[in-house]
């Protein structure tokens, strides 16, 4: 139902409500049963006339929910110790392995080991890949670390922002694992390409 129709609906909703509770009134005096059994239509009324004005816009909300990759939002400034790596070519998938052991190095030398690392890992694991399948070198990988959080940033030569795709497709589902595991992330337009990043809690699991 569009706009306009909605607005006609609720506008009628009210209309009809004013001109049944001013014959109540005027019958109330008359016959109390009568009124009552009118007064409980109306309100049945009202709230079916209610219901079948909301529920459509929520199902689209559910049906075509919001892309929380769809905004580009800057990170925040990070102070911390960082670690960054290039390359000029587009790496083959057989580097990401290699990639998570220096990421698990760099991030032992920062105190953190073991689980705790574990959503770091596989973040970057889902940022590299969508990186290599969809964009253009060259790359840059940057850790950075937090009061409580490793920064993710994966730089590329692509200027579309990142996607997510359907739930029900087998794969491309990297991003939402990104989305459900970190504090925040997000993407932002650069020069030569863009920017995609993600701060993951150092807290896990506790």
Sequence with gaps: MTTGGRLALLVAALVLSIVVVLALVAASFAAFPVTLVLAAAAVALVVGLRSHVRLPSRRRAARHGRDPWAAAVAPPALDGPSWTTTWDALPSASTISEVR???????????????????????????????????????????????????????????????????????????????????????????CGKLVWADVGIGWPD
């Design 101 to 191: 052991a220096r990421t698990a190095a760099t991030l032992t030398e920062w105190n953190l080991r073991g689980e705790a690392t574990e959503p770091t890992l596989l973040v970057l694991t889902e940022l590299m890949t969508n990186a290599i399948e969809h964009s253009c070198p060259p790359l840059r990988l940057t850790l950075g670390l937090g009061e409580d959080f490793v920064r993710i940033e994966v730089h590329d030569a692509t200027s579309a922002p990142p996607r997510s795709r359907r739930r029900t497709d087998e794969r491309g589902r990297g991003l939402a694992i990104v989305a459900g595991l970190s504090l925040r992330h997000g993407w932002a337009p650069e020069p």
